[in-house]
Nanobody, 116 residues
């Protein structure tokens, strides 16, 4: 079992920056990929960025060049540095961890609000 706890959300003006953190506990050595997803009101949950244990990253087109995902395997922590934020980035951001057996775990979510 893996538990995920996000932190770092909040309210920021357009053009500003935020850094999200997600700390995993439990069987962290079972985790392969970690990532961030977001869900705006009335919309589906969409991928933002993922990173494998080996450091391979993948980004949604909408955040490429503005967001950076990183992780500390020893600590079981994944980060999302968000720069040049836009109002359309407003959403609840969820941390995800996928085990080597393709089991998915989710955090409780953290709200990010970008004002124009």
């Amino acid at each position: 079992q893996v538990q995920l706890v996000e932190s770092g959300g909040g309210l920021v003006q357009a053009g500003g920056s935020l850094r999200l953190s997600c700390a995993a506990s439990g069987s962290i050595n079972s985790i392969n990929a970690m990532g961030w997803y977001r869900q705006a009101p009335g919309k589906q949950r969409d991928l933002v960025a993922t990173i494998t244990r080996g450091g391979t990253t993948n980004y949604a087109d909408s955040v490429t060049g503005r967001f950076t995902i990183s992780r500390d395997n020893a600590k079981g922590t994944v980060y999302l540095q968000m720069n040049s934020l836009k109002p359309e980035d407003t959403a609840v951001y969820y941390c995800n961890a996928e085990s080597y057996l393709s089991r998915n775990y989710w955090g409780q979510g953290t709200q990010v609000t970008v004002s124009s």
